[in-house]
């Protein structure tokens, strides 16, 4: 999907995203994202000497949204 991106008209999705609650099972928000896209990928800095995490950020174009 990130090589898709970087095309002129990259190809959409629908995309789901599900908050979960403390048991980690049951999904207590839902976002659905419809005909969403990339627009930016990126990372947090990787140290292993300090056994930090590394996180991902997708930033979303799309032309609606629902949440449940």
Known sequence: WDEARRERTP???TVTVQLLGDDGRAAVMTWRFERAYPVTL???PLNAMTGSVV???VALAFERVEMT
Request: hydrophobic share 10%; glycine share 0%.
């Open 55 to 57: 996180m991902e950020q």
């Open 11 to 13: 190809p959409t999705r």
């Open 42 to 44: 990126s990372y947090s």
